[in-house]
Nanobody
Framework: QVQLAESGGGSVEVGGSLRLSCTSS????????MAWFRQVPGKEREGVAQ??????STTYADSVKGRFTIARDSKTLTLQMNNLKPEDTGMYYC????????????????????WGRGTQVTVSS
C-alpha cells in the first residue's frame, strides 16, 4: 500500500510560479509511474505530467510543456510550475501507477491505483 500526500498549492498571479510536492509512504514496490493530474469542477481529471521511475524519463501534456517540470528524488515527487496561466487553476493530485513500461506511458486516471487528496492551485489575472 502506498500513501501519497500533496503540498505546496496556493494562489498566485499570472506568470508566477509554484512548486508542488508529494511525499510517499509505504512500499512502492511494483510502482512503474508517478504522475500529476489536475481537475476543475465539472471537468474530467487531466494528466499533466508523468515520470517513469526506472529511467526518470518524463512526459507532459501539450498545455504545460516548457512550463512544468516533474521530478522525483528519494520519496518526494515534485512539480515545478512556471509562467502560470489562469487555465492552470485546479486541484492537483499526485498518483502512482502499477501500469506501463518502457514503451507505454499510462495517462488515464483509471490506470493509477494510488492517489493523494489533492492541493489547490489558483492562478488569477
Amino acid at each position: 500500500q502506498v500513501q501519497l500526500a500533496e503540498s505546496g498549492g496556493g494562489s498566485v498571479e499570472v506568470g508566477g510560479s509554484l512548486r508542488l510536492s508529494c511525499t510517499s509512504s509505504g512500499s512502492i514496490y511494483g510502482v512503474m509511474y508517478m504522475a500529476w493530474f489536475r481537475q476543475v469542477p465539472g471537468k474530467e481529471r487531466e494528466g499533466v505530467a508523468q515520470i517513469f521511475l526506472s529511467s526518470r524519463s518524463t512526459t507532459y501534456a501539450d498545455s504545460v510543456k516548457g512550463r512544468f517540470t516533474i521530478a522525483r528524488d528519494s520519496k518526494t515527487l515534485t512539480l515545478q510550475m512556471n509562467n502560470l496561466k489562469p487555465e492552470d487553476t485546479g486541484m492537483y493530485y499526485c498518483a502512482a501507477s502499477l501500469n506501463g513500461g518502457w514503451l507505454r506511458v499510462p495517462t488515464r486516471p483509471d490506470e493509477y491505483k494510488y492517489w493523494g487528496r489533492g492541493t489547490q492551485v489558483t492562478v488569477s489575472s
